[in-house]
């Protein structure tokens, strides 16, 4: 065991810029970031400017978060290198894992061959919907007719997933996740990454969605920084739904949360317990409820109440201690559609050796992948590592 801590917290969604390929997924111009920050006025970000969120690309500067001569943190972007936009792709890449060949999307609804099994299963003759959506406006659209019939509303998203969801009055959890359970073993033969149980509740016109969410995840195709960890005893601790996307594959401890208050909150008590040393963060919230509602201005609060949080998680931290802020994608909300968008994601990486400035600004540059995190984490617990991918900057860090 280690006396070190090292904390990675993902702001889901949270992209800076569209990637040079981005053109191949449809979403050239997307800038999760820099577009929210035109769309209102302006980010009122002090403590992650302060960190050097602005010094990440001069080039462009964010609107009202401008480079900071000393930044308390090191500071950089990151490229993804797999040929995905989606979570488990994205998290599976920042733990050295990059997926060689893409997962299979629906963007026009699922065959029979998947459908038809599955209400055989389930015992039921329909499902609702069958179709690529927004999680929110089919429940508009199609809440009312599932509250009447009990049928399953099943969609999809340009992400390699199904979704099934139903209202908690209608549907009892333990029966939606036992339909998940049966669609998850038709859906990854049929290529898809991942199911997700979205129960709501509410009356017609007006539902929502519950944090009673449960993914079930394909387990990593092969190890993971997160086993290398878990091999020497680096224990880790998941917070929000980092176990489901690693199908709990080295990752010794779960909390579930609702929401990112309570993944902060949860966050904070790790650190001050330092109860393992290694704790993985995702705050879900930008995604899902700002992201893919295209709803910049909330976005930006959200922003803003992490913000908020920083001086109490760096102030948890030890002066040995790592922390380090990343995302898993992009989800512009000012973008067409409702879907994650392929984008550079940022990359600030704080000890106090850095925010002490003793060698000036650490700019860890265009980081050729997300692994580079990972590969760092092992590194700086002494952790000999399975994989090829990505390079350390551990080194650049503590120098």
Same mark, same amino acid.
């Given at each position: ?31 999760? @970031? ?51 936009? &989606? ?20 963007? #026009? ?18 499902? =609702?919907? #069958? ?12 809440? !009312? ?13 340009? &992400? ?7 209202? /908690?009055?209608?549907?009892?959890? /333990? ?51 997160? &086993?290398? =960890? ?56 930008? &995604? ?8 910049? *201005? ?14 109490? =998680? ?12 990343? !995302?898993?994608?992009? #989800? ?15 990359? =600030? *990486? ?43 900057? @551990?080194?650049?860090? @503590?120098?």
């Amino acid at each position: 065991m280690t006396d070190k801590l090292c904390a990675l917290i993902v702001i889901d969604s949270v992209g800076i810029g569209e990637l040079p390929d981005a053109a191949a997924f449809g979403d050239v111009g997307s800038d999760t @970031l820099g577009n929210i920050a035109r769309a209102t006025g302006g980010l009122k970000l002090p403590n992650l400017q302060a960190l050097g969120l602005g010094n990440i690309r001069r080039e462009a500067p964010l609107l009202g978060c401008d480079p900071v001569a000393a930044p308390r943190a090191a500071f950089g972007k990151m490229a993804e290198v797999a040929p995905g936009k &989606d979570t488990a792709t994205g998290h599976w890449e920042l733990m050295g894992l990059v997926p060689e060949v893409p997962f299979t999307t629906y963007p #026009n609804g699922f065959p029979p061959s998947l459908i038809q099994p599955f209400l055989a299963a389930i015992g039921r003759q329909r499902v =609702l919907g #069958n179709e690529a959506a927004s999680g929110t406006e089919i429940l508009t659209r199609l809440g !009312a007719e599932h509250v009447a019939s009990g049928d399953p509303i099943v969609y999809t998203s340009a &992400d390699p997933v199904l979704q099934i969801a139903a209202h /908690e009055d209608v549907v009892p959890l /333990e029966t939606l996740y036992r339909w998940c359970e049966v669609a998850f073993e038709l859906a990854v033969p049929a290529g898809l990454s991942r199911v997700i149980a979205r129960p709501f509740v509410g009356e017609a016109p007006i539902f929502s969605r519950t944090y009673n969410r449960k993914d079930f995840t394909l387990a990593p195709t092969a190890p993971t920084f997160l &086993d290398d =960890l878990a091999a020497a005893g680096v224990a880790c601790t998941g917070v929000g739904k980092i176990a489901s996307i690693y199908a709990h594959s080295g990752v010794a401890t779960e909390i579930h949360t609702a929401g990112n208050a309570e993944g902060i909150e949860a966050t904070l008590e790790a650190l001050r317990a330092r109860s393992a040393p290694f704790v993985f963060t995702n705050l879900v919230d930008f &995604d899902m409820l700002f992201g893919h509602r295209r709803d910049p *201005a909330g976005y930006a609060r959200s922003l803003e109440e992490f913000d908020a949080a920083l001086p109490a =998680l760096l102030a948890a931290l030890g002066p040995d201690d790592l922390l380090m802020i990343v !995302a898993d994608h992009g #989800n512009d909300p000012t973008y067409r559609g409702t879907d994650h968008t392929r984008e550079y994601v940022p990359l =600030l *990486a704080y000890t106090e050796r850095v925010s002490q400035g003793r060698t000036g600004p650490v700019d860890l540059g265009v980081r050729a992948t997300f692994a580079d995190v990972g590969r760092t984490v092992c590194e700086y617990f002494g952790v000999p590592t399975t994989g090829t991918r990505g390079v350390s900057f @551990l080194t650049e860090l @503590l120098r």
